[in-house]
């Protein structure tokens, strides 16, 4: 399924967008977002949260365990940004685990649930001698919670490191963007052109867009609740 995209990150290869590649992304869109992949909640069982971060993004998956294993209820995943990129790993790992208990609120606000990581960040960022403003605030934040947290190694954290890593190269193209085009129709829309325009001219301003072969796409930090951009909205917004 995923060979088509695979070939466009060697190095050799010219990045051409082919109908193969976009059989593929479809399909690989599908698997992520039908069943048996997610799984709907129970609020009877408790939730566990894997997070991560990467030098670029953080990336979390909501599961939870059944007889058969963990079943993935939603994926998450955003790019840093800028001072952001600055943190230490530690800050990083904090700042995914708050980051991700913030965008799963709905799910386990007044429940109990479990926090699996690859880094010893909580554990950190309590024996903090003289925490900076920011990283007190993380603390204070973080109590109002109860969830107990569990070390798991990088190896073994496949969802939620992978997620983390969508940024680092051109794979963000494969898992987490949207074809602007697909909602608009045909691309002699002005309004289409002049966003394509923009994206290509302040390329800094507009991080969550690219232009691939002359057809816009949008990044969406969270594909499965971002709402698909829509004619109305603007840019700066």
């Not at 507009?206 to 609740?225: A, F, G, T």
Request: glycine letters at 2%.
């Amino acid at each position: 399924m995923k060979i088509p995209l695979l070939r466009l990150l060697r190095r050799d290869q010219p990045w051409t967008w082919r109908e193969e590649q976009e059989q593929a992304f479809q399909q690989l869109k599908r698997a992520f977002t039908v069943a048996p992949v997610l799984a709907r909640p129970d609020f009877t069982k408790p939730f566990i949260i894997q997070c991560d971060a990467s030098g670029t993004a953080l990336g979390a998956v909501l599961v939870q365990e059944d007889v058969d294993g963990e079943h993935p209820i939603i994926y998450l995943s955003r790019v840093l940004k800028p001072a952001e990129r600055n943190y230490s790993t530690s800050e990083k790992e904090c700042l995914a685990i708050l980051w991700s208990i913030k965008k799963l609120r709905p799910y386990v606000e007044g429940y109990e649930f479990i926090v699996i990581t690859d880094h010893s960040a909580l554990t950190w960022l309590r024996n903090l001698k003289d925490p900076t403003r920011q990283l007190a605030r993380w603390s204070l934040e973080m109590q109002q919670w109860k969830f107990k947290v569990i070390h798991r190694k990088e190896k073994l954290m496949y969802v939620a490191d992978a997620l983390s890593r969508l940024q680092e190269t051109e794979t963000h193209i494969i898992a987490s963007i949207t074809k602007v085009a697909d909602a608009f129709g045909e691309v002699t829309d002005p309004w289409y052109r002049k966003m394509r325009e923009d994206v290509q001219k302040y390329p800094d301003k507009y991080q969550n867009c690219k232009v691939v072969d002359e057809k816009l796409y949008r990044l969406r930090n969270d594909p499965l609740l971002d709402p698909i951009l829509t004619r109305e909205e603007r840019w700066g917004k």
